[in-house]
């Protein structure tokens, strides 16, 4: 082992970098829109991990209508994809996509460095980190998405 990783942020559902830094740890690596991956390590000559960048890379492949992206890490997860996917059928006549996450690889691989949950519309990510379905409503008011007739 070469020590422990942990991802924070100023946002919502991580906790900030303030925590880590006091115990010890340091910020090797920052990605938009304000994470940070800190280390501390067991073994110093360790190589520092790395977020695996290419997001917007990645993004590419959600073009094109609702894309969920969840993992089962925590049931506040399962608990608002599924609210916000029936709301998508429901309320918007959109089918998502929902894709989850099962492995270290699937979210070493996801759109964004949180991943463990993802909401994406035609390209353009809509939150990237869970979000209620009153949230989902709004954002969706925003773009100005109507409700089918």
Known sequence: MYGVAALARN???LASSA???KNGFKVVETTDP???LLVSKLNATAPNPTFT????KRMKKYRTG??????????????????????AVREYGL?????????HRDAQNAPTPYAVFAIIY????????????????NIMRTLRVDKPA
């Open 11 to 13: 946002g919502p559902w």
């Open 19 to 21: 925590l880590f830094l």
């Open 34 to 36: 304000d994470y940070e």
């Open 53 to 56: 960048g290419n997001c917007e």
């Open 66 to 87: 609702l894309t969920i992206i969840r993992s089962r890490q925590c049931p506040h997860v399962a608990k608002f994809a599924d609210e916000i996917a029936e709301a």
């Open 95 to 103: 089918t998502p996509k929902i894709i989850e996450l099962k492995s």
């Open 122 to 137: 035609n390209g353009q990510l809509l939150a990237d980190h869970q979000i209620s379905r009153s949230r989902f409503r």
